[in-house]
């Protein structure tokens, strides 16, 4: 590809289209954009000291009065020119402390610099100050032995550990180092009654309570935490009342004046009373999405339906004359930079999982009215994506419910939104996610009501509990254990012999390859529910979430005067992520091809070829020519019915036996409580990849694994419509988690009015023929040119686009090319 061909090529859309914004909002971005990711320290100072002094306390009272004196002494501040208030930590893109969940790896990075000091690591980098390395060794030595991590690993059995550790099947680690998340607040119960009325319920439940029983004994201890949690929530927002009022009378530009009082009253008045206006209830939930994030360092703490909840306020406000639509972007984009300034605190461990700033505040527009059955686009699902468009900010995340009666007016907005190329909005079919919920228990008013809590997976706002997501789940390297009777060869590690006691080298069938993996499979599923209902019950005993119970299951959590890891919730489940999908279907379907049909080579050629990396040149054939044939065979993505159905026969065989177990709230309140399906990966595939051998599709040991459901890179060489039609295969009605398939397209496909009606049909003609959902990335051949320069860079080039490590097409094929013509030259 010549640097001429590139010029002529049109630019990325976003370097194209300007951004829209008014001048505060370009301060605000530019501002936070400027401010490097760090640590900060004052959380983790002040959990420390209270859990110094206050021994006596239960877990949740801790855990209750710890968030108190949190809200009450970190740091506060309002962003120049931000319209709203509230912060995470004491400086935009800081990350505060957890480390009642996990020291290790601070002791590790922070302290000794192994692998890396984090402010010189490759790649998400947490800059923070040496002279805060002897208190911050302080805090470590008070926690060391005594964080969740640390009961986790002493109440493991040793094979779960080992299976994460050694063999690399299944991990956790995500959910080591803080709370699960994953929920939507109910808002329009919260905007129209206050954290005072809260209080006063749990008053009055109190009063009620037999306080000489067990169950009433513990209620109490509930509802108090719950009342501590909502004061200091309020008192929360009064210091930003106060700190308004102040910087209001220092301020000598009279408007913004007069907006750091206006935002003073309403710092006043929400939380803790009703919010009136579309200002009030921004506000409102601007509060509550970082004081859950500060309690529980999470994923997925969401807005919810923003436009389905907003509209009665937009409306009113603008028949008023108190707002106009301008108005309205601004507040939203406004509110938009501030979500996006939440940071994790992640070891560098965990940063391969979740590349990039996947903290999955999930914003989702448009679908159906649950009680109409009908459209339910209106004003705000317009305005929020020209903001989406305008903002450009990686969080929070958005996604767009599709139907059959979604206007065509709207769909080609959506499509207009999505050629920028910023990843988002992803799109969820509601013709399949609404049946999938209802399979799994949810009413049909309640599953109509969705939205996107995670990565994928749906919940109903104030409705559902658990945890969406749960141990990864490795697909692949399950599959290739099977290969070699249960044996892992990185590690030489057998936990569980195959049923059939056989291997690659002595399968007589294909049928008895498929037995032996789905003996693997179940093995590996029963550790997957060992691991997380471990996690739960340790959760439930010492890391019980007041705040988050009662702000995302507000009702349910204060009828029972339980929190939701006790059973509050009224639909809860326990989710997972399957990886490697595609390879794994590839992989088997390349068995049965070249080994028992076409008898091309045998089982043992093949283990040998695996086993070597495909690089033994002594063998006839040699490990090239084996891989060649693997790499030929025909793959998932191409419209090929046969090997389609492996993929959909392979992913229907995990749906159907995760539910089999039940989490740890099951019987206790909550509709559901089982384990169930997603192909959600995030940037998980990439060090799975690292850990998994070489696989029978051709993939050589070390290379990155497929994502979410999407065919393997480079191996969907038909084209768009049919690698749709090789998704849509798979069952995705029994994804009751939520399904992830990225379709990356270049720039020119989406050029002009042709290439939105192409974008609009190809998604409608998806979820015509079952597909569930869709994730859009565009990406310009001018960063191809560039990643191509340094081959070396090839399995670690990571796009950051809506959160995903996004691998770049071309790039795999140029690097399964290099394959073949090294492999002619050796012949």
């Known amino acids: 590809m010549s640097t001429d061909t590139i010029e002529q090529e049109p630019l990325h859309y976003q370097m194209c289209q300007k951004p829209e914004r008014t001048e505060r909002i370009d301060r605000l971005y530019e501002y936070v954009g400027a401010s490097r990711v760090g640590m900060c320290m004052e959380r983790g100072r002040i959990i420390t000291k209270v859990y110094q002094e206050n021994r006596a306390l239960l877990p949740i009272q801790l855990r209750a009065v710890s968030l108190k004196e949190i809200l009450n002494h970190m740091s506060l501040y309002i962003l120049p020119g931000s319209l709203l208030a509230g912060n995470q930590a004491s400086r935009p893109n800081y990350a505060p402390l957890f480390p009642e969940y996990a020291v290790d790896f601070l002791e590790e990075e922070f302290i000794g610099g192994s692998p890396y000091y984090p402010d010189e ?9 040496r002279s805060d390395m002897p208190e911050l060794e302080e805090i470590i030595r008070f926690w060391k032995g005594n964080t969740h991590k640390d009961r986790l ?14 063999v690399g099947a299944v991990n956790i680690v995500n959910f080591m180092h803080g709370g699960c998340g994953h929920l939507t607040p109910p808002w329009p119960w919260l905007f129209t009654h206050g954290l005072k009325e809260v209080i006063r319920l749990c008053d009055q439940h109190m009063a009620e309570l037999e306080m000489w029983t067990v169950e ?4 109490h201890r509930f509802y108090l935490a719950a009342k501590t949690v909502c004061q200091a929530m309020i008192d929360y927002a009064h210091r930003y009342r106060d700190l308004a009022a102040e910087l209001a009378e220092q301020e000598p530009d009279a408007k913004r004046a007069e907006e750091l009082r206006e935002l003073s009253r309403i710092c006043g008045k929400v939380p803790e009373h009703p919010a009136d206006t579309f200002h009030e209830a921004l506000q409102f939930m601007t509060f509550v999405q970082f004081g859950i994030q500060i309690e529980d360092n999470a994923q997925g703490i969401s807005p919810g339906r923003f436009d389905q909840v907003m509209i009665p306020y937009y409306r009113k406000d603008v028949e008023e004359g108190r707002l106009t639509r301008e108005s309205a972007v601004e507040l939203i984009q406004n509110f938009f930079v501030l979500l996006s300034t939440v940071e ?19 914003l989702t527009t448009g679908g159906i009215d649950p009680e109409t059955g009908e459209d339910a686009t209106n004003e705000l699902s317009y305005i929020i994506m020209d903001c989406i468009a305008n903002t450009r900010t990686l969080q929070p995340s958005h996604y767009v419910r599709w139907h059959k009666k979604t206007p065509e007016e709207f769909k080609l907005k959506i499509a207009e939104t999505i050629r920028l190329g910023t990843g988002f909005p992803a799109v969820a079919n509601d013709e399949l996610y609404i049946p999938a919920m209802m399979n799994r228990g949810y009413s049909r008013k309640d599953a109509s009501d969705y939205c996107i809590v995670g990565c994928a997976e749906p919940g109903v706002a104030g409705l559902r509990g658990g945890r969406t997501g749960a141990a990864w789940f490795c697909l692949a390297k399950i599959l290739e254990v099977s290969l070699y009777n249960g044996k892992d060869p990185a590690s030489g590690v057998t936990l569980h012999e195959n049923q059939n006691g056989k291997d690659l080298e002595s399968f007589e069938s294909f049928e008895e390859v498929w037995d032996a993996f789905q ?4 093995y590996y599923a029963g550790i997957h529910a060992v691991m997380d209902n471990t996690t739960d019950w340790l959760w439930e005993e010492y890391m019980e979430e007041p705040l988050t119970s009662v702000m995302g299951c507000t009702l349910t959590v204060l009828e029972r005067g339980k929190s939701i890891k006790r059973g509050g919730a009224k639909y809860d489940f326990t989710g997972n992520e399957t990886i490697g999908t595609a390879n794994t279907g590839n992989s088997l379907y390349a068995i049965k091809k070249l080994v028992f049909d076409d008898k091309k080579i045998t ?24 891989q060649q044939m693997c790499l030929h065979v025909p793959k998932y993505g191409n419209d090929v019915e046969e090997v389609d159905k492996i993929v959909s026969r392979v992913l229907e065989s995990v749906c159907e036996e995760l539910p089999k177990y039940k989490n740890t709230r099951y019987g206790r309140g909550p509709i559901g409580g089982i384990f169930q399906a997603s192909t959600t990966t995030v940037s998980s595939n990439t060090p799975f990849g690292l850990l998994t051998g070489a696989l029978p599709d051709g993939r050589p040991g070390g290379m990155s694994l497929s994502d979410g459901q999407s065919p393997m890179r480079g191996t969907d060489t038909k084209g768009p419509t049919a690698a749709v039609r090789s998704v849509s295969r798979c069952n995705n009605l029994i994804l009751s988690e939520g399904s992830l398939y990225n379709l990356k397209l270049l720039p020119q496909d989406l050029s002009e009015d042709a290439g939105l009606n192409r974008l609009v049909n190809l998604s409608d003609y998806y979820f015509s023929l079952g597909g569930m959902q869709m994730q859009f990335n565009v990406v310009s051949r001018e960063t191809l040119l560039r990643a191509q320069q340094d081959p070396a860079k090839y399995q670690n080039l990571i796009v950051r686009v809506a959160g995903y490590s996004a691998y770049f097409v071309n790039l795999e094929k140029k690097v399964q090319q290099d394959i073949i013509e090294r492999t002619e030259e050796r012949l």
């Open 216 to 219: 009433g004994i513990e209620k």
């Open 603 to 626: 089982g043992k050629q093949l283990k040998h070829a695996l086993l070597t990396n495909f690089e033994d040149l002594t063998t006839n054939p040699t490990g090239p020519q084996i």
């Open 153 to 166: 690993y002493a109440n493991l059995p040793a094979e779960a550990i080992s299976a994460q550790d050694d």
């Open 121 to 129: 690591r490759p790649a998400d980098r947490i800059e923070y100050r």
């Open 344 to 362: 994790r605190m992640r070891s560098w461990d965990d940063t391969a999982y979740f590349r990039g700033k996947p903290i999955f505040q999930n």
């Open 519 to 522: 003996d693997q499979m179940r």
